[in-house]
């Protein structure tokens, strides 16, 4: 099932845990994530929600489609590291990710290095 046209709009998000997420999209089509603020703080040792990713701010799994990540700002603090504030799965299409403030892997990553996605546009 593709779940379609989620809107998360002007939201502050706070997360302290093992590792988290600010927010999951399973095979989805039409998200439009804007003005978003999202603070992500893990200390590790997490058992994984997802594979082979430990934490991140925002997350599209494969088969995700025609998504818009617009103007947000997330900051990802992982205590192990090696998390990024943007994760899109290879297999996604039709993904935007626009005028973004980002940070992650402890401080050591920002702006378009801070997010993992293979198949997305960067504008």
């Known amino acids: 099932m593709k ?3 989620t809107l ?3 939201n502050t998000l706070i997360a302290i845990a093992n590792g988290s997420y600010g927010y999951v999209g399973y095979k989805t089509s039409g998200d439009v994530l804007r003005y978003n603020d ?3 703080n893990g200390t590790g040792n997490n058992d994984l929600f ?4 430990s934490q991140t701010g925002i997350y599209l799994s494969n ?4 998504a818009l990540i617009l103007e947000n700002s997330i900051i990802s603090n992982y205590a ?3 998390d990024y504030a943007i994760y899109v799965e290879v297999n996604s299409s039709k993904i935007s990710i626009v005028d973004n403030y980002l940070i992650s892997d402890n401080w050591n990553r920002y702006a378009d290095n801070a997010i993992y996605a293979p198949s997305a546009t960067f504008n």
């Open 3 to 5: 779940l379609k046209n």
């Open 8 to 10: 998360v709009d002007n």
């Open 38 to 40: 999202f603070t992500i």
């Open 50 to 53: 997802i594979s082979n990713v």
């Open 63 to 66: 088969s995700s489609s025609n």
């Open 80 to 82: 192990p590291g090696n």
